[in-house]
């Protein structure tokens, strides 16, 4: 099941690619969309923060300490890319009826960056990160590779050839 939700991931750019432009549709509303924040449930906060900063470059944006000191949310950015997470426990916190829902969700970050130059260096900068698909060309026209991070999340980076 897990290969499946792979692959679909993998071709996910393109399906989006070949998707009618949402201009054409005639009864969309219209409005603006500033930004799309993931919030990635979690089993500890730090380690996902200190991959994301220490290995790449992001900066911390927020940080909510819980009662013991320790984080239970926390959001890093970079390049109008912003990525939060929150613990598993907080969350049950503010509403246990959600338990069922936290259990058996996923979900997979895919990050486009200008070059292959830059893939280039997310790859080095990642190396000893679990790896989930190797580095590999897509017929869509783009280099990718996929890894796990410190949360247990998915995150594929693409670079265009």
């Given at each position: 099941m897990f290969i499946r939700k792979l692959a679909l991931l993998s071709f996910l750019p393109a399906m989006l690619a070949a998707q009618p432009s949402p201009t054409r549709i005639m009864t969309a509303p219209s409005y603006s969309i500033a930004a799309l924040s993931p919030v990635l449930i979690v089993d500890a906060v730090e380690p996902a923060v200190t991959f994301w900063t220490e290995r790449l470059g992001f900066a911390k944006a927020n940080e909510v300490p819980g009662p013991d000191g320790k984080l239970i949310f926390a959001s890093v950015k970079r390049d109008g890319v912003e990525i939060?997470?929150?613990?598993?426990?907080?969350?049950?916190?503010?509403?246990?009826?959600?338990?069922?829902?936290?259990?058996?969700?996923?979900?997979?970050l895919f990050i486009t960056v200008p070059s292959i130059k830059d893939l280039d260096t997310i790859e080095r900068l990642t190396k000893g990160m679990p790896v989930v698909k190797a580095r590999h060309d897509t017929f869509y026209g783009t280099t990718e590779f996929y890894i796990r991070e410190p949360g247990g999340n998915i995150v594929g980076f693409a670079a265009h050839k």
């Open positions: 939060m997470y929150q613990t598993k426990a907080s969350v049950l916190a503010d509403d246990p009826s959600v338990a069922a829902e936290l259990n058996g969700r996923s979900a997979g």
